[in-house]
C-alpha cells in the first residue's frame, strides 16, 4: 500500500512569490492534516480536512496562506506571498477517522522543505 | 491548552546500550493518548509506540518500552539494545479527543546520536 505521498520534496523561491504544495493521502482516508515544522521544532497543526471540509483551521495565516481539498482526497496547501519566515518543512498527514471509534494512526508523508530567499 | 515537553535536546548512546528520554506533558483531561514518533533525516514521522492514559500497563514495541507515570504527567521512552538506524529525531505527542477527531500536540523533539 502507499504511503501518503508529497511534492515537491524540496522548494526554493524568493519572498514575495506564491508556492503551493500537494498532498496524496493514503487512499481511504478521510482526514487530512496539513503540520507546520520549524528549525528544531516539532510539527504544529495549520488545518485538518474531514472529506471536504475543513474542520479545524484556527491556526491557518488566512491572510497568505490558503488550503482546498477536492473531491475530499487529495489537498493543496498555498502561500501567497510568502516571507522568509514560511522557511519551513510542510507535512501532510492522514488518517481514517471513523464516528465514535478510538485513535487511528496519522500516517505522515516525507514532506516539502521550503526555502524563502 | 495541553503542552508537552522534552527537556534533553540531544542524546547520545553507545551501540547495543540502553537509552531513556524524557517527556513531560500538562493537560486536564483524564482520557487521552501519548506517542513516540522517530523523525530520521528523510524527514518522514514514524510512530514508534503508542499508550493509551486509561491503560496503566506499559506500552512495548520490540526494543522500544515507556514509563508511563499518569499522576506525575510523566512519559519517557526506553530504547533497548541500541542500532544505528536508531539515530534521529524522537518526538513526544499527545493526543485528545476534541470535536470528534484527534489533533496531535509535539513536543521539540529529542535528537538521538547513536555511537558505534
Known amino acids: 500500500e502507499a504511503g501518503v505521498v508529497q511534492s515537491p520534496r524540496y522548494k526554493i523561491i524568493e519572498k514575495k512569490q506564491p508556492v503551493a504544495f500537494w498532498c496524496n493521502p493514503i487512499?481511504?482516508?478521510?482526514?487530512l492534516y496539513w503540520y507546520l515544522q520549524n528549525l528544531g521544532q516539532g510539527p504544529e497543526l495549520l488545518i485538518r480536512y474531514e472529506n471536504e471540509e475543513a474542520v479545524d483551521d484556527s491556526q491557518l495565516p488566512k491572510d497568505r496562506f490558503s488550503a482546498e481539498r477536492l473531491k475530499g482526497v487529495d489537498s493543496t496547501l498555498k502561500i501567497q506571498p510568502a516571507e522568509l519566515g514560511d522557511s519551513a518543512v510542510y507535512l501532510c498527514a492522514s488518517s481514517l477517522e471513523l464516528a465514535g471509534g478510538s485513535y487511528n494512526e496519522q500516517f505522515f508523508g516525507p514532506g516539502t522543505r521550503l526555502t524563502v530567499l | 491548552a495541553q503542552t508537552v515537553t522534552q527537556s534533553q535536546p540531544e542524546m547520545s548512546v553507545q551501540e547495543a546500550e540502553t537509552v531513556t528520554l524524557s517527556c513531560t506533558y500538562d493537560t486536564s483531561e483524564s482520557d487521552y493518548y501519548l506517542f513516540w514518533y522517530k523523525q530520521p533525516p528523510s524527514r518522514q514521522m514514524i510512530l514508534v509506540i503508542r499508550?493509551?492514559?486509561?491503560?496503566?500497563q506499559n506500552a512495548t514495541e520490540n526494543r522500544f518500552s515507556v514509563n508511563f507515570q499518569k499522576a506525575a504527567k510523566s512519559f519517557s521512552l526506553k530504547i533497548s539494545d541500541s542500532q544505528l538506524g536508531d539515530a534521529a529525531m524522537y518526538f513526544c505527542a499527545y493526543s485528545y479527543s476534541g470535536a470528534g477527531s484527534y489533533q496531535l500536540t509535539f513536543g521539540k523533539g529529542t535528537k538521538l546520536s547513536v555511537i558505534p
Open positions: 499508550q493509551e492514559a486509561y491503560k496503566q
Open positions: 487512499s481511504g482516508h478521510n482526514t
